[in-house]
Nanobody
Framework: QVQLVESGGGLVQAGGSLRLSCAASGSIFVINAMGWYRQTPGQQRELVATITNGLSAHYADSVTGRFTISRDNAKNTVYLQMNSLKLEDTAVYYC????????????????WGQGTQVTVSS
């Protein structure tokens, strides 16, 4: 079993900052990419940022220059530093991890966290 636990969401005023964390635990051999997605009611879940285990990052255009994704491979943890938050950043944020659970098994599985609410107020 693998669990991803997010933390750090909350209420913040526009222009403020928040830092999300997501720790993976359980039966993990190696984690490939980790990422953050977000979802608002009635909308599809959308990519925010991803990062490989080589620390190569990719961002959605809407957050480029404001958000920074990072990870600590030793702790199986991914972070999302969110600065200059806007009203439209309000959403439930989900982390995910693409990982292998066994050394001699090449299958890669995607796991999701339970989500953490980020609300930006005016």
């Amino acid at each position: 079993q693998v669990q991803l636990v997010e933390s750090g969401g909350g209420l913040v005023q526009a222009g403020g900052s928040l830092r999300l964390s997501c720790a993976a635990s359980g039966s993990i051999f190696v984690i490939n990419a980790m990422g953050w997605y977000r979802q608002t009611p009635g909308q599809q879940r959308e990519l925010v940022a991803t990062i490989t285990n080589g620390l190569s990052a990719h961002y959605a255009d809407s957050v480029t220059g404001r958000f920074t994704i990072s990870r600590d491979n030793a702790k199986n943890t991914v972070y999302l530093q969110m600065n200059s938050l806007k009203l439209e950043d309000t959403a439930v944020y989900y982390c995910n991890a693409d990982l292998r659970t066994r050394k001699y098994e090449s299958n890669v599985y995607r796991y999701w966290g339970q989500g953490t609410q980020v609300t930006v107020s005016s």
